[in-house]
């Protein structure tokens, strides 16, 4: 089965002040605030992150793990984003593929949704689709 780390979201960026190499949520000089409330407004753009652990490799030694989040109200699809494609470890030392998405803060509109992130180790043919409920406000 596809090993996929919890799905943090949030909607700030802080500059990160102490680089601590053990923080996978700091990354490029820069810290996601995670959101523990699962309330964001509709003016506040949304960032996704996420690992895939021991993806596998094709024969040339790369990974090739896709992945998009998919926001639904009911059963109907509202958004979802562009297909993001990782084909190397960012996280050697977790052998891990590191996966960041980001919603921009007009693609919502107020209302109950829940999120599926979609996951697939293409090489592998194994994927999986957590889900994450997320209540944007005016």
Known sequence: PLKVS?????????????ADPTNPLARDGSELMPSVTHVVATTQPLYFYYEVYDPA???GGDV???????????NTRRYETPL????????????AAVLQLAVPADSLKPGLYTCQVNVIDDVAGTFTFPRLALLVRQ
């Open 57 to 59: 490799r094709n024969p």
């Open 84 to 95: 993001v494609e990782v084909k190397r470890l960012a996280a050697a030392d977790r052998n």
């Open 6 to 18: 919890s799905v943090v979201f949030g909607t700030q960026l802080a500059p990160t002040v102490h």
């Open 64 to 74: 090739r793990v896709l992945s998009n989040i998919a926001f639904f109200r009911g």
